[in-house]
């Protein structure tokens, strides 16, 4: 086994995010723990409990092979009979899966993509280090790539703003960089939605979901994600970064990459938003950048027969009960200390919980969708958002979000929006004894 010190990672040194062409990978190696591929578990384990390592490298020679997780051993030998069974079986049995090995030589952009593309539990893994003939140069931990993806985004925000005399004769090359950011933040909102039973069409789930997307300019602030928590229940996340443009969908691109790093939590909205705040607040401190962003995130548990939700300073959502006829907002009081992200660290943000019933709905926007002015230069308003809502109670799904974006343009003195603009609805279907239902066929 080869055991080295961490170095220290020199990511200050770089320069604007537009001119970096390419990055001194081994300077960002946090160590390059390794055993060979015929190492039996036992004395693998022993090499971990020496560390304080959460993967190593499994090598032929110098080869890599794949990689090896410090939890995924102990569980396999601190089974019953586990260490009788495994302890002598080589450690190439039992590897993770589809590892995330980059070459040496390989670009920032394509890196740092593939890397915050991960899912589950394998967004954690360390990442392979490779050269041309795929030795083994060294482990990069996803801490220190979430840190060279916030320095780059920082710094690439602060040079934006200290360099407005080179706008002109760099507008071009910018206006592409922000088409090709636009491609990659639309590609990062939920491609596949989720339903309940899991193996179902969207059209027979007994929860469907909805979304209108627009940001103001070629990039947004605002995000949301859907998820599946368990085969009776699934997660909305919508958030709204401060402002528009490239800084606002700078800090919602770190965002996300915390949401995929806490996913595990999502069951508890509440103990999400804290989590995400704790993680946000740690990202900003030291930075002279001053943001915030807004959340809320929504549980639709079929199973338990509920609506879960924690509000972290964002627009209550509207909630559509067809059975009574009733049309009104979530009561975010009980869910609403905590205040913006980012703002205060330490702080715990409370779950508050409905009923959830066949044919409800939920309706989750930023507030892109109600701040804007009429011919009297007056507000929508939540209000009169409320209203519009109301009076479209017997539409669902699409037709309802597009019948609330034409009504509130409407109401627009200029016909358009003036901020990003992100609409999701939730609809359920018929369910009953809290179990999700099958159409008949």
């Given at each position: 086994?080869s055991d080295l010190e961490t170095g220290q990672n020199p990511i200050g040194l770089m320069e ?98 593939r890397v915050f593309l991960r899912t589950g539990e394998s967004f954690n893994q360390d990442v ?314």
């Open positions: 086994m604007s995010i537009s001119e970096i062409g390419s990055i001194d990978w081994e300077a960002l190696v946090d160590h390059r723990t390794c055993v060979q591929q015929n190492e039996d578990l036992a004395s693998v384990q022993e090499k971990f409990r020496q560390t304080n390592v959460s993967f190593m490298a499994v090598l032929d020679r110098q080869r890599v092979v794949g990689l090896c997780a410090r939890h995924e051993i102990a569980m396999r030998l601190g089974s019953q009979y586990g260490f009788a069974l495994f302890g002598r079986t080589p450690v190439r049995d039992h590897l993770v899966a589809q590892p995330l090995s980059i070459n040496v030589k390989q670009g920032w952009s394509d890196v740092l993509q392979l280090l490779v050269d041309d003939r795929c030795a083994f140069l060294g482990l990069i931990s996803v801490q220190t790539l979430v840190r060279l993806q916030t320095r780059l985004l920082m710094q690439s925000i602060v040079e934006l703003e200290q360099k407005q005399d080179e706008i002109g004769r760099r507008n071009q090359q910018l206006t592409e960089d922000l088409r090709m950011a636009r491609e990659v933040q639309l590609a990062m909102l939920p491609r596949t939605l989720p339903t309940i039973p899991p193996d179902v069409a969207q059209d027979a789930s007994a929860v469907r979901i909805f979304s209108h997307y627009a940001p103001f300019g070629l990039v947004s602030g605002d995000f949301f994600d859907v998820f599946p928590i368990s085969d009776t229940a699934i997660a909305v996340f919508i958030a709204d970064v401060m402002g528009h443009g490239v800084q606002a969908a700078l800090v919602m691109a770190m965002m996300r990459a915390l949401i995929q790093n806490h996913r595990e939590e999502a069951a508890d909205p509440g103990r999400l938003l804290t989590a995400l705040n704790g993680d946000f607040c740690d990202m900003l401190r030291g930075s002279s950048l001053s943001t915030f962003a807004s959340a809320f995130s929504l549980v639709i548990d079929v199973g338990a027969g509920e609506f879960r939700y924690a509000n972290a300073g964002h627009p209550c959502p509207i909630h559509l009960c067809r059975q009574t006829g009733q049309v009104m907002h979530l009561d975010c009081v009980q869910s609403s200390n905590g205040g913006v992200l980012g703002v205060r660290p330490g702080v715990n943000y409370r779950t508050g919980s409905i009923e959830l019933r066949a044919r409800d709905a939920v309706v989750l926007f930023t507030d892109g969708l109600f701040e804007i002015r009429g011919q009297d230069s007056e507000l929508l308003g939540q209000e009169r958002l409320l209203a519009l809502v109301e009076s479209n109670v017997k539409q669902s799904g699409q037709a309802l979000i597009r019948d609330l974006i034409n009504r509130v343009q409407d109401f627009s003195a200029q016909g358009q929006f003036e901020d990003d603009v992100c609409l999701v609805t939730v609809e359920i279907g018929e369910i009953a004894a809290g179990e999700p239902h099958r159409p008949s066929t």
